[in-house]
C-alpha cells in the first residue's frame, strides 16, 4: 500500500505544482458538550453546501483545495496560531478562515475600536485565548488573492478574559449539483475581487445562539442560505448583508422552541467589514504545467492518509486539462492495489445517506471522461481496505454540473 | 304591671342591641391573615428546579454575596427579597445553546446548616447556573428578566458592567 501511496503523492505534487490554491483552514470546536452536536451539523453543512461547491466553481480555474481541517481535540490555540503562522500563498491563492465554537470579548476592550471577538478553540484558559483580528491581520498580510475570515462564535464581555422546533434547513438526499449561473455567482464572488473580507456572528458584547442542539445555529443556517441564493450581481458587501438580515429575521420574526418545546427569545446581529477592490475575472481557464521531472515532495506531510490520496487521485482523474492517456495509465497502474469487487459509494449532500453504487474502475473511467462532474470529495474515513490490505470501498460527495 | 314593663322594655332593648352582640361574638378577634408567598415562591421554584435545591435556598439561614473577592452578608430581612427575584418562573424556560463559557460574574451562596447552593450568574450571555457544594453544575437557565442584575447592582452599585447590563439588558 505505502507503494502507492508514495507514487501518487510523487505524480501529485508534480502535476499540482504549478496549481493556485484555495486554502481551508477550519477550526470547529465538535467536542463542547453544550455546542459540540450543533458544531458537527454546521461544519457539515458547510463543507457540503459551501466549501464543495466553491471547490467545483473554481477548479475550471486552476484552483485546487487545500482542506485543512481541526475538529475535536485537534482545535487548539496552538494548531490555529501555528497553522495561521505557517501558511505561505501566493498573489493568486485564496484563503478561507472559518471558526466555530465558543468566543467572547474583554470587558476592558472597546466594541467601537475592537468589534472582533477572541476563541476560545476548545480550552478554558482565557489567556490562550486568540483574538480574530490577529488572524485577520496575518491571513491579510500572507498577499492572497482574496482572504475570507468567518467566525461564529459569541462576542459577548466576559470579565475573566484579558418558532418552529428549530431552523428547517433545505435538505438535500441528492448529490451537491450546480447550475453554470451559481457556479459564476461563486467565480465573481472569489475571483473577481482582491482584498479581504471578515465576518462574525454577533456584534461586540453580544452573543451567538442555537435552537437545538443537533441543529445548525442561527449564523450558520443564514450564511449557507444566503451563500446558495448568490446571484450574478452578488458582491461581498450585498452577500454579508443578506446573511446579517437573514440572522436577525429568523430570530425575530420566527417563533423558536428549544428542545423542551418552551420559547425561545434572543436578539443577534452579524457584523462585517469588506475591503476589496473588484478586478478582472480570469477568462482563459489554466493550464496547470507538467514539469519534466517530478520535483521532491514539498510540504505534504499531512497527506499520509488514504482520504487524501483518493480524494487527490479522483481530482486528477476528473482534471480534463490534462492528457486523457496519462490520467489513464495511471489509474491503471494504482487499480491494482483495489479488490477486484472495490466499489464507490456515492454519499448525499445533507446526511449520510448512500444514494447509489458503482464499481471503482467503471467511476474511475467515468471521472476521466464525463463532463458533468466538477469535484469528487472522499470525507474523512472514506476509504475502507478489506483484510488483505486491499481498497474495498471508497465513500464520494459528488458535486456535479446542473444546467436547466 | 310595672315590673312587667319594666322587664319588657329589658328584653326590647337587648333584641334591639342582640345583631351587634352576635357580630361581635362571632368575630370576637379582628386578625388580618398572613399570605403565605413564600410557600408560592417555595414551590415555584422547586418546579422548575428540585426540591432538594428549593430546600436549601429558602431554608437557607445564610446568604452571602461574593464578587471577585468581596463578600456581602445579606441581610435577613433581605432574604424575602432575594426569594421573590428567584421564584420568577420566566427565569427557569429555557437554556439556549450559546457560543461562549459561563462566566461567573457573582455568586450567590445559600448556607442551610451544612448544606450549600451557589447561584451564579454571568453578564455575558445573561444565563444563570446553580451548583452544588461539590461545584457540580446542577442547573443552567437563559435570564429574561433584569431583577438579579438589578439587585446585584444595587449591592456593588460602582461594578460598570452590572450597570451596563441593567441598562442594556432589555435593548
Known amino acids: 500500500m505505502k507503494r502507492y501511496v508514495i507514487l501518487v503523492l510523487v505524480a501529485f505534487s508534480a502535476i499540482f505544482a504549478g496549481a493556485k490554491n484555495i486554502y481551508w483552514l477550519k477550526f470547529v470546536d465538535t467536542d ?8 458537527q451539523s454546521s461544519l457539515h453543512a458547510f463543507n457540503t453546501h459551501v466549501m464543495n461547491v466553491v471547490n467545483a466553481s473554481l477548479a475550471s480555474d486552476g484552483y485546487t483545495a487545500v482542506n485543512k481541517e481541526y475538529t475535536g481535540s485537534d482545535t487548539s490555540p496552538e494548531n490555529c496560531t501555528r497553522t495561521v503562522s505557517d501558511l505561505t500563498c501566493s498573489s493568486d491563492d485564496i484563503i478561507v478562515f472559518l471558526y466555530m465554537g465558543h468566543g467572547g470579548r474583554s470587558t476592558r476592550e472597546s466594541g467601537e475600536e475592537h468589534p472582533w471577538s477572541q476563541m476560545w478553540l476548545a480550552q478554558n484558559n482565557p489567556e490562550k485565548m486568540v483574538p480574530v ?46 447550475a453554470s449561473e451559481e457556479m459564476n455567482a461563486i467565480r465573481k464572488l472569489f475571483l473577481g475581487y482582491k482584498g479581504d473580507v471578515i465576518i462574525t456572528s454577533s456584534k461586540a458584547k453580544e452573543s451567538s445562539w442555537g435552537p437545538t442542539s443537533d441543529n445548525l445555529d442561527f449564523f450558520s443556517d443564514a450564511f449557507i442560505r444566503s451563500f446558495e441564493s448568490l446571484g450574478n450581481n452578488s458582491s461581498w458587501n450585498s452577500f454579508f448583508s443578506d446573511v446579517c438580515a437573514k440572522t436577525t429575521a429568523t430570530i425575530e420574526n420566527g417563533v423558536w422552541e428549544d428542545e423542551n418545546g418552551r420559547i425561545i427569545k434572543v436578539t443577534q446581529h452579524p457584523f462585517f467589514k469588506t ?67 472495490a466499489i464507490v459509494k456515492f454519499i448525499s449532500q445533507d446526511g449520510e445517506m448512500i444514494i447509489d453504487r458503482k464499481p471503482i474502475d467503471k467511476y474511475a473511467r467515468r471521472l476521466m471522461t464525463s463532463n458533468i462532474i466538477l469535484l469528487a470529495v472522499v470525507p474523512k474515513g472514506g476509504v475502507k481496505l478489506n483484510s488483505e490490505g486491499a481498497v474495498q470501498e471508497v465513500y464520494v460527495y459528488e458535486v456535479i454540473k446542473s444546467d436547466k | 304591671m310595672r315590673k312587667i314593663k319594666h322587664y319588657l322594655a329589658v328584653v326590647c332593648l337587648v333584641c334591639l342591641f342582640m345583631p351587634c352582640l352576635g357580630v361581635a361574638k362571632s368575630n370576637p378577634k379582628r386578625v388580618v391573615k398572613r399570605v403565605n408567598v413564600e410557600a408560592t415562591y417555595k414551590r415555584d421554584f422547586a418546579e422548575r428546579t428540585s426540591d432538594s435545591i428549593a430546600d436549601i435556598v429558602f431554608g437557607a439561614k445564610r446568604i452571602v454575596l461574593v464578587k ?44 442551610n446548616g451544612k448544606k ?55 435593548l
Open chain 2, 68 to 111: 471577585d473577592s468581596v463578600t456581602y452578608v445579606v441581610p435577613r430581612y433581605q432574604h424575602a427579597l432575594l426569594m421573590h427575584i428567584l421564584s420568577d418562573k420566566g427565569n427557569y424556560e429555557t437554556d439556549i445553546p450559546v457560543f461562549a463559557h459561563f462566566s461567573k460574574y457573582a455568586t450567590i451562596k445559600f448556607i
Open chain 1, 275 to 341: 475591503n476589496v477592490v473588484p478586478t478582472d475575472m480570469p477568462n482563459d481557464k489554466v493550464n496547470p504545467e507538467v514539469p519534466d521531472k517530478p520535483d521532491v515532495v514539498e510540504d505534504r506531510d499531512d497527506k499520509t492518509n488514504l482520504d487524501d490520496v483518493f480524494g487527490e487521485l479522483f481530482s486528477y482523474l476528473n482534471n480534463k486539462s490534462l492528457d486523457l492517456n496519462t490520467r489513464r495509465e495511471l489509474w491503471d497502474m494504482i487499480k491494482s492495489e483495489c479488490s477486484s469487487n
Open chain 1, 133 to 178: 483580528e490577529w488572524v485577520h491581520k496575518q491571513l491579510k498580510a500572507k498577499g492572497a488573492r482574496l482572504c475570507l475570515v468567518v467566525t461564529m462564535c459569541c462576542n459577548s464581555e466576559d470579565p475573566g478574559i484579558s418558532p418552529k422546533a428549530s431552523p428547517k434547513f433545505l435538505t438535500n438526499f441528492g448529490a451537491t449539483k450546480l
Open chain 1, 32 to 39: 463542547d458538550r453544550h455546542i459540540g452536536k450543533m458544531d
Open chain 2, 116 to 170: 450549600s447552593v451557589c447561584l451564579s450568574v454571568d453578564c455575558g450571555t445573561k444565563k444563570w447556573l446553580f451548583e452544588g457544594a461539590d461545584g457540580k453544575e446542577l442547573c443552567r437557565y437563559n435570564l429574561f428578566s433584569a431583577e438579579i442584575f438589578r439587585y446585584l447592582h444595587a449591592a456593588f452599585p460602582n461594578d460598570s458592567l452590572l450597570s451596563e447590563t441593567v441598562k442594556n439588558f432589555y
